[in-house]
């Protein structure tokens, strides 16, 4: 191992939380009351929580001191100007709207810019972005390149759009039924895999050229300008802020998640350049959020999302973040461990597919493998395969992906290499008795967004 590929914090810690850890009998006895659905398990009940990286991260001494400023007048809040500052000077749209979060950004978004038919290509889907188009008449449709599907597959920027792909439905059903292209930067569920501007590029001016306009899901789009200095040369020597500002260039708008890339906890916001596109936001956010200089934030949180979103472009900040995550990585491949490759940018997925061959994926895997590691150290996780994919709208039947895979988030500034060294042990310790891990079968299945809250009982 070359220590020097994992820059040191680039920050102390001034005020802890205290954590501790349950025996193995408590985890059993909590995980089947849990209906053995990590979401359903107590924040007390958990040693290390890698659930998410969505509002789990630490704010700095600096934001907590802009909370103080918030400004809490119901309407025209400073603090709101100052977000707004912010996003237009780096990401460069001309106007902001903000939301509670990422998923307030993709109501609207859909509400607004599909009609009912239309299709809506992106690089793969994400739970509540393809809950929003759904519900408001627009059909999904991947366009990511096929190794995205592949969890052992190295490559560099395996969240690329495949440009054909989207050419050939344009052609079989016309520009007009295509509501806009969602462009994910970096796509979680392939494994948080970056982008390449050479492929914004080039998908913005075919998208130009027939008059579909571009979306970009930003939520992690600093990370993704993280991987293009790191893999694309044009960009070796720019500024992280340069290149996000060069991201979004290539796009009409963008959604949100405050939770994710603005280091916050809670938060976000929705950008169009667009007048009518604007207009309309404005008015459907009071339906759903609050008054367009608020939407549903406090004047505190807006405050501490203008200050993290600054934060988030310095260099030293997102080297460590991305390797960090890195790094839990590495030691998983170097113990044998099954993960999709390459090590994306908020987290590490394990193939559930190899980790346990021994399961059908109609026995849900990533489900009971997510159920295991709690049970193994306390490290909570979360599935992300066909639980988490859902049913199909039209004939019922399960979604059934290719990736099944169990997330280990990693928060940003929150945990220390030591803490990533226990979680690696835990997994590689559990890999080594895989053959225990029980199959799943459901207990109670929700209709909408079902991961989150389901029941399952062991086989
Ligand atoms: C988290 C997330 C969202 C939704 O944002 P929330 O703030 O959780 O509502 C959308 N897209 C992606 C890729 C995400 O990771």
């Not at 039924?177 to 895999?193: E, K």
Request: with cysteine.
């Amino acid at each position: 191992m070359d220590l020097s590929m994992y820059p040191a914090e680039p920050f102390r810690i001034k005020s802890v939380e205290t954590i501790k850890m349950n025996t193995r009998e408590e985890r059993q006895e909590v995980i089947r009351k849990a209906g053995f659905n990590t979401f359903l398990i107590d924040s007390e009940d958990v040693y290390i929580d890698l659930l998410t990286d969505s509002g789990t991260n630490a704010m700095s001494d600096r934001q907590w001191a802009g909370m103080m400023l918030g400004d809490e007048a119901y309407a025209g809040s400073r603090n709101f100007h100052h977000l707004e500052k912010t996003v237009q000077e780096l990401f460069g749209f001309k106007h902001v709207v903000p939301t509670h979060q990422g998923r307030g950004a993709e109501n609207i978004l859909s509400r607004i810019a599909i009609k009912p038919g239309q299709y809506v290509p992106g690089n793969m889907y994400f739970t509540t972005t393809r809950y929003h188009q759904e519900s408001n008449g627009g059909i999904f449709h991947d366009i990511i390149i096929d190794e995205a599907h592949d969890a052992s597959i190295d490559l560099p920027f395996k969240g690329n759009i495949d440009l054909n792909k989207l050419k050939a439905l344009v052609d079989k059903v016309g520009a007009e039924q295509i509501a806009y292209v969602c462009v994910a930067i970096t796509v979680n569920l392939a494994g948080g895999q970056p982008v390449s501007i050479a492929n914004l590029r080039e998908v913005y001016k075919y998208c130009q050229s027939k008059g579909i306009k571009v979306f970009m899901d930003a939520t992690r789009c600093v990370e993704n300008a993280y991987f293009i200095k790191e893999r694309e040369p044009e960009f070796k020597d720019a500024s992280i802020r340069d290149i996000v500002r060069e991201e979004f260039s290539y796009s009409d708008g963008c959604t949100m998640s405050g939770k994710k890339d603005c280091i916050t906890n809670i938060g976000g916001f929705l950008c169009v350049n667009d007048e009518e596109l604007f207009t309309a936001a404005k008015e459907l956010v009071v339906v759903f959020e609050g008054m367009p200089s608020y939407g549903g934030m406090a004047g505190r949180d807006m405050e501490a999302m203008a200050i993290g979103l600054k934060e988030a472009m310095q260099e030293e900040y997102i080297e460590h973040r991305i390797r960090q995550v890195r790094y839990l990585g590495e030691r998983l491949m170097e113990a044998g461990v099954p993960i999709v490759e390459p090590v994306g940018g908020h987290a590490v997925f394990l193939d559930a597919r190899r980790f346990c061959p021994h399961l059908t994926q109609s026995q849900f895997p990533a489900q009971a493998l997510a159920a295991a590691i709690y049970v193994e150290g306390g490290v909570r996780s979360m599935e992300r395969g066909i639980i988490s994919a859902g049913r199909d709208k039209q004939t019922g039947h399960d979604h059934a992906p290719k990736l099944e895979t169990v997330r280990l988030t990693i928060p940003r500034r929150v945990y220390t290499y030591t803490h990533m060294d226990y979680v690696a042990r835990t997994v590689i310790q559990l890999f080594r008795h895989k053959e225990d891990i029980k199959g799943l079968k459901w207990a109670y299945e929700p209709k909408q967004l079902r991961f989150f809250t389901g029941r399952f009982e062991q086989l």
